[in-house]
């Protein structure tokens, strides 16, 4: 069973650009989660999304942005990108609702790092 | 808010000995608590999950434990190996945000 998948694995980026991350998650998971891990900051969770609804949302600036697509496909984009939006875009996906459950296991892709010069 | 310490920051062991990691955590309503491990340059891997009713889970040579109450978990590794090396993060899944809270992590590395 293959797991979850992120495209592209490393990205270069300037300042005022827009980036399209890809994630793909477990066949049959229907919740994708992203996460922004930095060394300062740790792992911070973005948003959520299930049934191609957003359900929940961290505290990052509306540059940051997704969707998702009716196969669970997901997709995250950052526009206007500035020097602190260089970190490692990990997403997870699970079968339901990994916010509001008690035993959604996570299981994460192994991210897209993302440089902004 | 809900906040999610873990310490010590790094751990370094020789091979074979056995270890505890401490989650600890400010908010007791959640829905679960979660170890990840995480390699170098890579995502995070799935070890133990401990739903908010349970006190405890096995799995090989780890065994986590919960205490909700007073907001601590921890992940006991017995008889560690340097495959055993890797940052290890626990996250609290928070009923009332609906989201995961994670640790900053214990980077442990365990010298053969």
């Known amino acids: 069973k293959a797991g979850v998948t992120q495209t592209p694995r490393y990205l270069i980026k300037t300042r005022g650009q827009q980036v399209t991350l890809s994630c793909s998650p477990i066949s049959g998971h229907r919740s994708v989660s992203w996460y922004q891990q930095t060394p300062g900051q740790g792992l911070q969770f973005l948003f959520e999304y299930f049934s191609e609804t957003q359900r929940n949302k961290g505290n990052f600036p509306g540059r940051f942005s997704g969707r998702q697509f009716s196969n669970s496909r997901s997709e995250m984009n950052v526009s206007t990108l500035e020097l602190g939006d260089s970190a490692l875009y990990l997403c997870?996906?699970?079968?339901?609702?990994?916010?509001?459950?008690?035993?959604?296991?996570?299981?994460f892709g192994r991210g897209t790092r993302l440089l902004v010069l | 808010k809900q906040e999610v310490t873990q310490i010590p920051a790094a751990l370094s062991v020789p091979e074979g000995e056995n270890l505890v990691l401490n989650c600890s955590f400010t908010d007791s309503a959640i829905y679960n608590l979660q170890w990840f491990r995480q390699d170098p340059g890579k995502g995070l891997t799935s070890l133990l999950l401990?739903?908010?009713?349970?006190r405890e889970q096995t799995s090989g040579r780890l065994n986590a434990s919960l205490d909700k109450s007073s907001g601590r978990s921890t992940l006991y590794i017995a008889a560690s190996q340097p495959g055993d090396s890797a940052t290890y993060l626990c996250?609290?899944?928070?009923?009332?945000?609906?989201?995961?809270?994670f640790g900053d992590g214990t980077t442990l590395t365990v010298k053969p």
């Open positions: 401990i739903q908010s009713s349970q």
């Open positions: 997870a996906s699970s079968l339901g609702l990994a916010g509001f459950s008690n035993q959604e296991t996570q299981y």
């Open positions: 996250a609290v899944s928070d009923t009332n945000a609906g989201k995961s809270t």
